[in-house]
């Protein structure tokens, strides 16, 4: 069985830095991109980044581009999304989510964290 | 950016009835559109993708059409655990991009 399980959310300073992670686990994860969406309260879904199977490509939109940075730990079957920089505006659940080898769809998600920017 | 635009944002149906919800994009996507459910306290579902395959396990009474700029996510014969809320996405090209959602809610 396919499992996501992000961490690490939680109150943070804006300005300040936040590290999430999501642990995955039932499939082979060196074998699939990843990505993060996140939810902002009472809103739609925004993609946030990307990242390809090794972890030598990255894809972010212009929103967080430059302050956030995905990569991953193939070995420990672990994604992760470094934040800087943070803004109110990034206050959200975030959720990992599985990539389709083939098409930019999410097959499975997280069921995710939630990140608070406020002073 | 691809916007994408998501119409009702919400609807209220019955159990047995049929619902149509449509989402249309400011640009050709060719077929590259997704549709997932929400549910709370689960994890969001894809439940088609190109515009009209169903996902593994998605049931029969769920359809999708379209291509271009206009798509439509059919539900026939809805049951109860269909009342949850309904994302489309495209992925034609970077940033990939949402549409608001429909809450389908029972009448």
């Known amino acids: 069985e396919v499992q996501l399980v992000e961490s690490g959310g939680g109150l943070v300073q804006p300005g300040r830095s936040l590290k999430l992670s999501c642990a995955a686990s039932g499939f082979t994860f060196s074998g699939f991109p990843m990505a993060w969406v996140r939810q902002a309260p009472k809103k739609g879904l925004e993609w946030v980044a990307s990242?390809?199977?090794?972890?030598?490509?990255?894809y972010y939109p212009d929103s967080v581009k430059g302050r956030f940075t995905i990569s991953r730990d193939n070995a420990k079957n672990t994604l992760y999304l470094q934040m800087d920089s943070l803004r109110s505006e990034d206050t959200a659940s975030y959720y990992c989510a599985r990539r389709q080898v083939q098409l930019r769809v999410f097959d499975y998600w997280g069921q995710g964290v939630m990140v608070t920017v406020s002073s | 950016d691809v916007q994408m635009t998501q119409s009702p944002s919400y609807l209220a149906a019955s159990p047995g009835e049929s619902v149509s919800i449509s989402c249309k994009a400011i640009k050709s996507i060719s077929n590259n559109l997704a549709w997932y459910q929400e549910k709370p306290g689960k994890a969001n579902k894809l439940l088609i993708h190109s515009g009209s395959t169903l996902q593994s396990g998605t049931p029969s009474r769920f359809s999708g059409s379209g291509s271009g700029t206009d798509f439509t996510l059919t539900i026939r014969s809805l049951e109860s655990e269909d009342f949850a809320v309904y994302y489309c996405?495209?992925?034609?090209?970077?940033?990939?991009?949402f549409g608001s959602g429909t809450k389908l809610e029972i009448k």
């Open positions: 990242i390809s199977s090794g972890g030598a490509v990255t």
């Open positions: 996405q495209q992925y034609n090209e970077y940033p990939l991009t």
